[in-house]
């Protein structure tokens, strides 16, 4: 038994120790705006009445499922999907463009 805890503590140090190394590398938020026409785009896909189709029909969708079923719970993830998809894009922006 004291063989299997020692192999697991070996094994979660070793991935802690990857873990650390890996680390020094990531830099998130600082880039060279290589993408920054592509976030444009889906901002104002999304924003637009892309985004707002795709809600309605999320909302539909729950909305059916909902009555098919007899469940509310349908319509509370439709109503969840519509609200992710017209309100996501502006969190996300905020979320990325924060800063300290």
């Known amino acids: 038994m004291s063989k299997f805890i020692k192999a697991i503590g070996q094994r979660r140090l070793a991935v802690t120790v990857a873990a650390l190394a890996v680390t020094g590398a990531a830099v998130a938020g600082t880039?060279?705006?290589d993408f920054d026409a592509v976030t444009t785009r889906l901002q104002n896909w999304m924003q637009g009445s892309l985004g707002k189709t795709f809600a309605l029909g999320a909302l539909a969708v729950g909305l059916a499922i909902g009555v098919v079923k007899q469940s509310v719970m349908s319509v509370v993830t439709g109503a969840a999907v519509a609200l992710s998809a017209s309100i996501g894009?502006?969190?996300?922006?905020?979320?990325?463009?924060?800063?300290m």
Do not use: N
């Open 89 to 99: 894009p502006t969190v996300l922006t905020g979320i990325f463009t924060a800063t």
């Open 31 to 33: 880039g060279s705006g």
